[in-house]
């Protein structure tokens, strides 16, 4: 589960890489995938009360860590491939 999360946020953070102009625009839409993870892990949360353990809030706080890595790391890997000389972007 954790690697599919890192994956996800990977690809979206090549999209944000690829579709922004600006570092700070793009920084500010990597926001997206932390509340998104978390947005996630409150609807679960809401439809499955009876999974829920005395360690669940701590969801919260890990579930938005790996996608965050990953789309931190698309992010840059984008920026960075679009500043290679070969990239065929201007």
């Not at 949360?45 to 579930?63: H, V």
Request: net charge positive.
């Amino acid at each position: 589960m954790i690697v599919l999360a890192i994956f996800l946020g990977f690809l979206v953070g090549v999209v944000i890489g690829l579709a922004t102009r600006s570092q700070l625009l793009g920084c500010a839409a990597l926001l997206v995938v932390p509340f998104a993870m978390i947005a996630y892990v409150a609807w679960w949360q809401a439809a499955n009360p009876g999974a829920l353990r005395s360690t669940s809030a701590l969801e919260f706080i890990f579930a938005p860590l790996w996608p965050s890595l990953g789309a931190l790391v698309g992010y840059f890997a984008a920026r960075l491939a679009q500043s290679h000389p070969g990239s065929g972007r201007d």
